[in-house]
């Protein structure tokens, strides 16, 4: 391959070998297509009359409780699709299409990714086959009707946890005799290179929003950007329009589900130890053994063992900061955000709000002034049914 | 990287099959499925069989390159509570058993990075293990893995698919001692029904690269799937799905099932007959 595929030492692209001639063809179509003026147009179009760009970044005005302190929110909730997944399935989607594929293939958590990637395969004419662990398509059943609506097929994979990793594992495996003529469209900065790289530029153009958006409303640049972290491919889209920007922290919340001290997280890098996982050295969480964990979140789009790789290097190099959140700091969020905000927000997005709110708080408390950017990756309907399920167990049905 | 002539228990065994003029036949199986004792077994059901090599999996949790029957052998051996270090310590008491056939160990990059590389390829060598293919490895991610288990005398085995490029090829052969794994097909691994063979290509490219010799894996699982291998050009074969489905058929009779992987194996091995 052309590039290292290295992000200091994470990364790389540890495939069975009959998978390294389909990563090496969509390396060289990506870098062609990065260089193709009516590549970018028709990208750009597309986020543009298609997905609604730019999302605005809008400043809250109750929650903080205190003037001094603004809690400014990217809004990729308001997206088409209803999360930021939509910019980088759109980017995907034509450079399958450039490659002449003719089919795509996904895994989904959350089943946010699923949902980008079924509406692309129907905008492009692109029959779509969705991989989603079965628990997953029980927790997201929502999302399991629109992909289906859609005309995806999805498929429910009940091997190992049944969960995420479980359904990148068969999605990969598939991939495997399937490459020829399918796309692999890999819904975070995860799995082999070239993936972590393509996905993080296609969803560079949050960061390259918020950053123009931050500088007009306030006139410098925020003190923090805080993004919630599964896979981590919405906190690498807003980060790295910031990584030159020294001075502005960036904050990656990790799901701690059940709490760091307890074995029910997701808490890859602050828990996890380097190790293989998808295709990429990163960070894993894993037992004594190197048996990869099962993991807890409250968010399925947060329960996965693995972080892209990039994060990794952020954390090591000490450039971004990891810190993690429960899911009752999360739930709490959820609610403080829709009754002070009128703004629902995705459970993933939820962490970044719990997080940010106790940073509000100590700047509060210091008397400080303080401007904070928090991206709200995706819209909370996805998340309704499970939502009444546990704040009004009640009334739900 | 240059290859160590070193003789080992591979290039004995092929030595002995040259001499005999038949090919090679390489049981695998799922250490710790369903359990270590039943293992144990079961390896040495190979030996009486006929094996003339045997490949082990260390089970791992996330086997992307294997089809549904080896992972859940490899799930059987971890709900049994089987870590790598039991599977390395089972092979230690096997090789005291079987002093000269080749073991070569099949699994991923997770486990064997773990503690870190030495340490992986150290305790293999330790336990007389021949061998060692990471199945997540390409041949461009290969090289810490290539010198750690050379600098304990392990040979590294890498895969050749049939869509691997000459360069890639090249690579390999620099890079990969005692066999060469070469796949029948795209996928994961699994027992076919038949097998399409148009490797003559692939067999004359490593040949004239200096790999070493072709042993052809993925789907083989009948007599007649061997004698077509050897006649498509491969030293021998690799079987898998067929051997594990053997012992999940006879789950909680360790007997029955090392009955059926020694008569599958004498079966087999009878058709490497040239």
Redesign the interface.
């Given at each position: 391959m052309q590039q290292s595929g290295r992000f200091g030492a994470f990364g790389g692209a540890y495939v069975p070998e009959i998978l390294v001639p389909a990563l090496e063809q969509l390396e060289r179509a990506y870098l062609e297509a990065r260089g193709d003026p009516s590549f970018a147009a028709e990208f750009d179009g597309l986020l543009t009359t298609y997905a609604g760009r730019p999302t605005p970044l809008t400043l809250c005005r109750n929650l903080t409780g205190d003037p001094r302190v603004k809690l400014y929110l990217k809004r990729e909730d308001l997206l088409h699709g209803g999360a930021h997944k939509t910019n980088q399935a759109l980017g995907q989607g034509l450079l399958a299409r450039r490659m002449g594929k003719r089919r795509l293939i996904a895994e989904t958590g959350a089943g946010q990714h699923g949902v980008a990637t079924a509406m692309i395969g129907a905008l492009l004419g692109m029959p779509t086959r969705i991989y989603m662990g079965a628990k997953d398509v029980e927790r997201q059943r929502l999302n399991v009707f629109r992909m289906r609506l859609m005309g995806a097929e999805v498929v429910p994979v009940t091997s190992g946890s049944q969960t995420l990793k479980d359904a990148l594992n068969e999605a990969l495996r598939y991939w495997t005799e399937s490459y020829e003529d399918t796309h692999y469209l890999i819904g975070t900065v995860a799995g082999p290179h070239p993936f972590p790289t393509i996905v993080r530029d296609f969803q560079w153009v949050i960061g390259r929003e918020a950053r123009a958006q931050i500088l007009q409303a306030e006139g410098r640049l925020p003190d923090a950007v805080v993004a919630c972290v599964g896979g981590g491919s919405n906190a690498m889209g807003i980060f790295s329009e910031f990584i030159p920007d020294k001075d502005v922290a960036l904050v990656g919340v990790e799901p701690a589900g059940h709490g760091l001290s307890t074995d029910k997280h997701g808490a890859t890098l602050l828990k996890g130890r380097p190790g293989v996982l998808h295709g990429s050295e990163t960070y894993i969480l894993q037992d004594e053994q190197g048996q990869v964990a099962e993991t807890h979140s409250v968010s399925a789009g947060l329960d996965y063992p693995g972080v892209g790789p990039e994060h990794a290097h952020l954390m090591t190099s000490g450039r971004a900061t990891y810190v993690a959140a429960t899911d009752d700091e999360a739930l709490d969020a959820f609610q403080r955000l829709s009754r002070s905000e009128g703004i629902i927000p995705a459970f993933e997005s939820a962490h970044a709000i719990a997080h940010a709110l106790k940073m509000v708080a100590e700047a509060a408390q210091a008397g400080r002034e303080a401007v904070l950017v928090v991206n709200l990756s995706g819209r909370g309907d996805k998340d309704m049914e499970q939502a009444q399920r546990l704040l009004d167990p009640g009334r739900s049905t | 990287m240059s290859r160590e002539t070193v003789t080992t228990r591979y290039d004995r065994a092929f030595e002995r099959l040259r001499q005999r003029g038949e090919g090679a036949f390489i049981p695998f199986l799922m250490l710790g499925d369903p359990d270590l004792a039943t293992s144990a077994r079961l390896l040495r059901a190979a030996v009486e069989g006929g094996a003339d090599a045997i490949e082990v999996g260390i089970p791992?949790?996330?086997?992307?390159?294997d089809?549904?029957t080896v992972?859940a052998a490899a799930?059987r051996a971890?709900e049994a509570g089987v870590?790598?270090?039991d599977c390395i310590e089972l092979l230690a008491r096997f090789r005291a058993e079987a002093p000269e056939v080749p073991i070569g160990i099949l699994t991923?990059?997770?486990?064997v990075?773990?503690?870190d590389l030495a340490g992986f390829y150290a305790s293999a060598a330790a336990a007389g293990v021949d061998s060692v293919l990471v199945?997540?490895?390409?041949?461009?991610?290969s090289d810490p893995y290539v010198a750690a288990a050379r600098a304990v005398g392990v040979a590294p085995v890498?895969?050749?698919?049939l869509?691997?490029?000459e360069a890639?090829l090249q690579r390999l052969a620099e890079r990969c001692d005692a066999y060469t794994y070469c796949?029948t097909?795209?996928?994961?691994t699994g027992a076919d029904e038949q097998l399409r063979l148009g490797h003559g290509a692939l067999f004359e490219t490593l040949r004239r690269f200096g790999a070493p010799p072709a042993i052809l894996g993925f789907g083989i699982s009948k007599p007649e799937h061997v004698r077509d291998a050897l006649a498509a050009g491969a030293f021998g074969v690799v079987s898998g799905s067929a051997v594990v489905q053997r012992v999940s058929a006879n789950v909680g009779d360790p007997e029955a099932a090392a009955r059926a992987v020694a008569s599958f194996v004498r079966e087999m091995k009878a058709a490497t007959a040239r």
């Open positions: - | 791992f949790s996330d086997p992307i390159a089809g549904p992972q799930v971890l870590r790598p270090s991923y990059a997770n486990l990075k773990h503690r199945a997540d490895v390409p041949v461009k991610e890498l895969i050749a698919p869509n691997a490029s890639t796949v097909r795209k996928g994961v």
